[in-house]
């Protein structure tokens, strides 16, 4: 993993979630400045691995998107079959936990349960980083017809709060995790967050500072039958 990708992969992490250097540095039991600068300046040239271990946890993000060699989000190395290389395929990381589209789940988890893979092309012709991408489970019927239980989807952790929109955002409320519909208003600073199903409430004029976008929904897949 390219250490200046690393570091801006977690540069866009800290503004998208709203977090601080300083913070952070603390998290890991450094010197308040220590990842403004080993964002900003290189120094150190690459994060400790049990530095790099407690923030991949602390953001539900896997090693190698922040220069760790295992357990990337989505990495375009060539999936192997038969002993075989299959270039031009995109392993997506698969969390055994869910997107509450009912009354609410804890995300108890953060590491992958498995991968799914993808074609490269195919993720960049939806527009999507395939170095930011996971999927989830949805949890209840809340976006029925859109979304159903048991519908895995495809969740873009690169598009989140910096480039909020009207669409279907996977959000942390008050530690529960939940996929919902996210409608943009008049003013800039509110936001609604409604669900499909008219059985369930809607929440109108959302402070933005309470809701943690976690990425953007591109994707879903469902069992037939």
């Known amino acids: 993993m390219d250490n200046l990708y690393a570091r801006e992969f977690l540069d866009r992490l800290i503004h998208e979630r709203r977090e601080n250097y300083g913070a952070l540095s603390r998290l890991i039991g450094r010197n308040p400045a220590y990842i403004q600068q080993y964002i900003k300046r290189g120094s150190p040239r690459k994060l400790d691995e049990s530095d790099r271990r407690t923030l991949a946890r602390y953001f539900g993000v896997d090693e190698q998107s922040l220069g760790g060699l295992a357990d990337a989000p989505a990495s375009a190395s060539p999936v192997r079959k038969g002993g075989a290389a299959v270039r031009g395929m995109v392993l997506v990381p698969q969390y055994d936990l869910g997107a509450s589209a009912g009354g609410g789940s804890l995300d108890q988890s953060e590491r992958p349960a498995g991968r799914m893979a993808f074609e490269e092309k195919w993720l960049r012709d939806l527009g999507a980083n395939p170095s930011g991408l996971s999927m989830i489970r949805v949890d209840g019927d809340s976006m029925a017809p859109t979304l159903s239980h048991g519908d895995d989807i495809l969740v873009d952790r690169m598009d989140g709060a910096a480039r909020l929109r009207d669409g279907i955002y996977v959000l942390r409320l008050d ?51």
Do not use: C, H, Q, T
């Not at 600073?189 to 669900?195: G, H, K, N, Q, Y």
């Not at 059985?199 to 309470?210: F, G, K, S, T």
């Open 175 to 225: 530690d529960v995790l939940m996929v919902k519909r996210v409608a943009l208003g008049l003013s800039k600073d509110r936001f609604s967050v409604r669900s499909d199903n008219p059985n369930y409430p809607d929440w109108e004029d959302v402070d933005p500072a309470l809701v943690d976008v976690i990425g953007r929904v591109i994707w879903a897949g469902r069992k037939v039958g």
